[in-house]
């Protein structure tokens, strides 16, 4: 194993990235200003519109703001390839309009904003380049902070549970985890990128992004992408199932910024400031956000949940031709987590059990210490979460990434990236309370992740209609954990690590005037493993072996779409094969007491992969004022990797002597439709609605002989109405209904895990927003907002959730 330590491997890794750094010229050529005016339809100025240029590579991504008269303008743009929207309050967003910079002086682009409209977006997530919707191959969606801020909406998981196809689970309030599953299949199966930048949690049992979700709060967001499909050919490992890209606020224009502060029921504030900007005729381009989140009381009334979060970008252009981009992101956590749900009562000997809980007062009792043969359970087949006062949850993430992007020429882009994750987990748990797996004495388990990933990028447009990008990426992964249990003769640490190294290519070409989108990639990485260093290093598994190189993974992805202009139908396809590396955990994950090492993982397993097509028709109607989206999905996951304890690993023949553990096997299948409708039908008035039947089934069962499989609903719809009554007030309502779903709970008496049958989600939230104009780009924004107003009395997956809350606040904008 390397006797250098995560901090020398961090510090050659920037070492590194800052002696690349100086490679690239430095080019001195004069960039063009690129300009023009907003107005309404009725040709008057807008003043403090938001105009954003993005460029087709995706390196270039900056905001303006027009002033008095309507007038914005963008300094010293290199030539190349871009998209330009614009939007303002009370406005809807323009079309996306693309354009080229050449030698020559451009034009004026002048915009005119409609009281209401289905707009085109820009996105970057499909390709990893700037597309319109109409170019988009590949199932995308988008939600703009406007959205999010209108439906008052404090986290990245909170805002996704009305899009099509995503099933955001979290269990709990305020606090509890939280996972995003897409079309049916599993939470690691969904990538989480910031900025394109891979997020995810090296110490975690799949190191996905999982244990971080909880803690993605929404501040200095822009916008959240959502691809579904597989997308692992341009993002990696994880995007099986789809991508979730968080894209932070573009700086640029005059200094502008809220201060916005929020409470309500379950004892609940918000605090949240947000600046952006620009210095030397936008040369810089800055935003940053801080946020803080508080719940003191919580569900079950001593449930407390504490965020603070900060994220910033500064984008530097050293040259026309030469830009420096940084992102930070931070997060800082402590919650009070429950005991688990658990199956009691008169439960049958098998079978799928219907749902019903332990009521509120038997809860209590039970809470109180009563044992479980005290209780009066009825017809209750389970007990929800109960309060367990000693346990904690402590998190901290931290993720900085830079990228030097540089212009050869304008149909040349080279690009160096690096991107330093961490992330630290503490949970805490004593003698206190109540349920089984109670530790005799206070005991702390530690999580430890780090990620450091270097990536160089070029991308070539040897003419208008073909872009071309292939690259080459090294990573390094740690994880370590360390047990203090209640007797030190227990204690263990675990310290090991991988790297491995990828190369990526990916073709776009339009045709038939644009009409006509083609896109192929491919991706292919390989591993490497470190020995693992275990505490206590006495009959430590896995101790002096040397392993060969595990498997390769390779991936490759396909897209078309044909537009019809002339009645507005766009018919689209997109198949891709998707992977998921192996984890450390899952590869040298053990388990340790007085009596020995317990061997859970397995060097040698190989990438999960699966394979999935989707094809869908997007139709734009009534002169963009209706957008209508229908597709069917599916995907096979091939070869999976689960845990097992059945049999069918034998410790005769594991070479690590395991009686069970981690191997590959086979895995299902997730299957269904998507419908989605935008809707503009006056000009006060827009309307979104989701509809997604999804048919996932497990070849291999994971409790008892239910193949169907666990969280996934088979129907969910949604449906979010917004009402501009006025220029000043706004109102808003959301509404997610779900059909009943599978999921397990452990029985107290036997330790056996039984499926059950729980009712489906029936969340509506009813919110306002009032805004003051104070001058020409000052206002004062009041809100509020009642969720669960059908008062349902929820269980997700047998844990209790808020009933009828209520919360509000005001934000002061300038």
Not at 490 to 504: I, P
Not at 598 to 603: E, F, I, T, V
Not at 649 to 670: C, E, S, V, W
Not at 697 to 718: A, G, M, W
Request: aromatic share 10%; with cysteine.
């Amino acid at each position: 194993m390397s006797s250098r330590t995560p901090t020398d491997r961090a510090g050659f890794f920037l070492r590194l990235f800052f002696l690349c750094l100086a490679v690239p010229a430095v080019f001195c050529e004069n960039g063009v200003s690129v300009s023009g005016t907003v107005r309404d339809s009725q040709g008057a100025a807008i003043a403090a519109a938001s105009i954003t240029l993005v460029a087709r590579d995706n390196t270039v991504n900056a905001a303006v703001a027009s002033d008095s008269s309507g007038r914005y303008r963008f300094e010293s743009v290199a030539r190349g390839a871009y998209l330009i929207t614009a939007t303002a309050p009370g406005f809807e967003s323009s079309e996306a309009r693309p354009f080229t910079l050449g030698s020559e002086t451009p034009l004026p682009i002048d915009f005119q904003l409609r009281i209401a409209a289905v707009r085109t977006q820009v996105v970057v997530t499909a390709s990893g380049t700037a597309q319109t919707t109409d170019e988009l191959a590949k199932s995308v969606s988008a939600v703009e902070a406007s959205a999010i801020d209108l439906s008052d909406e404090a986290s990245i998981s909170d805002a996704l549970r009305y899009e099509p196809g995503l099933r955001v689970e979290q269990q709990g309030g305020p606090g509890g985890l939280v996972s995003i599953k897409i079309r049916g299949l599993r939470n690691q199966d969904t990538a989480i990128l910031i900025d394109g930048f891979r997020m995810r949690d090296a110490a975690a049992p799949q190191a996905d992004a999982t244990g971080l979700v909880e803690d993605l709060m929404v501040t200095d967001v822009d916008r959240i992408e959502v691809m579904r499909g597989a997308g692992s050919s341009l993002y990696g490992t994880d995007a099986t199932g789809g991508v979730v890209n968080i894209i932070t606020g573009s700086g640029g224009g005059r200094m502008r910024g809220s201060v916005l502060a929020e409470g309500g029921s379950l004892s609940m504030f918000r605090g949240r400031v947000e600046l952006a900007g620009g210095v030397g005729r936008d040369r810089l381009q800055y935003s940053l956000g801080l946020g803080h989140f508080d719940v003191l009381s919580g569900v079950n009334g001593d449930l407390p949940d504490r965020i603070s979060s900060a994220q910033g970008r500064i984008d530097l252009g050293v040259s026309p031709r030469t830009r420096i981009f940084g992102r930070v992101f931070a997060a800082d956590s402590f919650s009070k987590v429950d005991s688990p749900p658990e199956a009691a009562g008169n439960l049958p000997p098998s079978g799928i059990i219907d749902a019903v809980p332990l009521s509120a007062a038997q809860l209590r009792l039970y809470e109180a210490g009563a044992p479980i043969s005290a209780l009066a359970f009825g017809a209750a087949t389970f007990i929800p979460d109960a309060d367990n006062p000693d346990s904690t949850r402590a998190a901290r993430i931290f993720s900085g990434a830079v990228r030097l992007t540089s212009h050869p020429s304008e149909s040349m882009g080279l690009s160096l990236s690096y991107q330093g994750l961490v992330s630290r987990r503490r949970l805490g748990d004593g003698p206190a309370g109540t349920g089984f797996f109670q530790p005799l004495g206070n005991q702390t388990l530690s999580y430890d992740g780090d990620i450091h990933t270097l990536t160089s990028r070029l991308d070539w447009r040897p003419d208008p209609h073909n872009l071309i990008d292939a690259g080459y990426e090294f990573e390094y992964e740690r994880y370590g954990n360390r047990f203090l249990m209640p007797n030190p003769v227990d204690n263990s640490a675990v310290d090991v690590s991988q790297h491995s190294h990828a190369l990526f290519a990916q073709d776009q070409v339009s045709l038939l005037g644009d009409r006509l989108q083609l896109a192929g990639s491919y991706r292919a990485q390989w591993f490497s493993l470190d020995e693992p260093a275990l505490t206590p290093p006495t009959s430590a598994p896995y101790a002096g072996r040397r392993f060969a190189a595990p498997p390769a993974a390779q991936t490759g992805d396909g897209s078309l779409a044909y537009f019809f202009p002339r009645s507005g139908t766009k018919i689209r396809a997109h198949v891709g094969r998707g992977y998921r590396a192996p984890s450390l955990y899952e590869r040298f994950g053990t388990d340790y007491s007085s009596f020995g090492y317990l061997a859970y993982g397995d060097p040698r397993l190989k990438p999960e992969h699966s394979i999935s097509l989707d094809s869908g028709v997007d139709q734009t109607l009534a002169n963009g004022r209706a957008r209508l989206a229908a597709a069917y999905f599916y995907t096979r996951l091939d070869e999976v990797i689960t845990f097992d304890f059945s049999g069918l690993i034998n410790p005769q023949t594991d070479p690590f002597g395991r009686a069970g553990g981690y191997l590959n096997t086979k895995g299902g299948l997730a299957r269904g439709v998507e419908l989605a409708a935008s809707l503009a039908p006056t000009k006060a008035t827009n309307l979104r609605a989701a509809y997604t039947y999804t048919n996932a089934r497990d070849e291999t069962p994971l409790v008892e002989n239910v193949i169907r499989t666990l969280i996934i609903p088979d129907h969910q719809f949604s449906v979010s109405a917004t009402e501009r009554l006025g220029r000043r007030l706004t109102l808003a309502f959301n509404l997610l209904a779900t059909s009943n779903y599978l999921a397990p709970l452990t029985d107290a008496s036997t330790f056996a895990t039984r499926p059950f049958r729980f009712s489906g989600k029936r969340l509506a939230e009813l919110g306002g927003s009032y805004r003051i104009p104070l001058g020409e780009f000052r206002a004062l924004r009041l809100f509020g907002k009642a969720s669960n107003v059908f008062s349902q009395d929820y269980f997700e997956s047998g844990y209790r959730t808020p009933g009828t809350t209520a919360t509000g606040g005001l934000q002061f904008e300038f």
